[in-house]
């Protein structure tokens, strides 16, 4: 059985998701996990789809990217799958699809999750020199404070008398931002 496993980092990204689990479907994948997270997050979908394939299934993704965060975690997920005699297919791997079934195919995935690791490394090298650049210049603010901007709503909830637990849950944000921007208001 084809079971298919589609990722993308942000949920600004439904598009590309659902184009990756439509190519899932017309490929013949029965069942499609799929999930809207970072690479380094947990990664709950992923693993219920390792959880899910068994002997003679073969796991199904668009991209090598959207499966593995490094060239390690792909030989984690490549020894799983073997482990349960599971084949692991690559629509677009380079403009054809690699089945790990075959030697060659293993090799080659081996050798360019090596290099997708490499482009990775590379990248984020580049952004945290722009990012230097852009404070030098004073061009870069960062990420706007979520929690932050709930402030006055913080201060209302509180002075109604509900706890930092209480105005965590109904603002949807963590309890340590409640207490300590709480605590930075009152000094």
Do not use: W
């Amino acid at each position: 059985m084809l079971i298919g496993y589609a990722r993308t980092s942000t949920y600004d990204q439904k598009a590309g998701l659902d184009g990756q689990i439509q190519q899932l479907l017309a490929t013949g994948c029965k069942k499609v996990f799929s999930e809207q997270v970072s690479s380094v997050a947990s990664r709950e979908q992923l693993y219920l789809a390792l959880d899910f394939v068994r002997e003679g299934d073969t796991l199904v993704v668009a991209r090598l990217d959207r499966l593995a965060r490094s060239t390690r975690h792909f030989l984690e997920i490549m020894e799983t799958l073997h482990d349960k005699g599971v084949a692991l297919r690559i629509l677009d791997f380079g403009g054809s699809a690699v089945d790990s079934k075959s030697a060659t195919g293993k090799m080659m995935l081996t050798m360019f999750s090596a290099f997708a690791e490499f482009e990775r490394s590379l990248l984020l090298e580049r952004q945290k020199v722009g990012i230097a650049q852009a404070k030098r210049e004073g061009k870069y603010k960062g990420r706007v404070p979520t929690a932050r901007r709930q402030l006055p709503e913080m201060r209302k909830l509180a002075e109604e008398g509900l706890t930092p637990p209480e105005i965590a849950k109904r603002l949807n944000c963590s309890r340590a931002s409640v207490y300590r921007l709480l605590k930075e208001d009152r000094a």
